[in-house]
């Protein structure tokens, strides 16, 4: 079983940055496709970013160009480096992971929540304007 701790959230103003980190257990992170989600208050959760074994990056319209996603194998570690940040980003941010990392057609899949198997408990982020 693969367990996800997220950490970095916190609250900032509109226009500040944050660096959300989630550390996997376990010795198999790099055959895993890996996931940042979000859940806005009263909203369902949205895919945010997304990035495959190869570190190949996939980004929902809405943080694109402000959001960055990278893994660092080594570590067992993927980071969300959010920019920019706006009052709509507020919600709480959960890693997500596929293992083994499933065949996949189009990148957008990387930010659809059914592929992922494991979640973890979400780290809270608060922009105020």
């Known amino acids: 079983k693969v367990q996800l701790v997220e950490s970095g959230g916190g609250s900032v103003q509109t226009g500040g940055s944050l660096r959300l980190s989630c550390v996997a257990s376990g010795d198999t992170y790099s055959l895993m496709c890996m996931g940042w989600f979000r859940q806005p208050p009263t909203k369902e959760r949205e895919g945010v970013a997304g990035?495959?074994?190869?570190?190949?990056?996939y980004y929902a319209d809405s943080v694109k160009d402000r959001f960055t996603i990278s893994r660092d194998n080594a570590k067992n570690t993927l980071y969300l480096q959010m920019n920019g940040l706006k009052p709509e980003d507020t919600g709480l941010y959960y890693c997500a992971a596929d293992y083994p990392c499933s065949v996949y057609f189009s990148a957008s899949s990387l930010v659809d929540q059914s592929r992922y198997d494991y979640w973890g408990q979400g780290t809270q982020v608060t922009v105020s304007s």
């Open positions: 990035i495959s074994t190869g570190g190949h990056p």
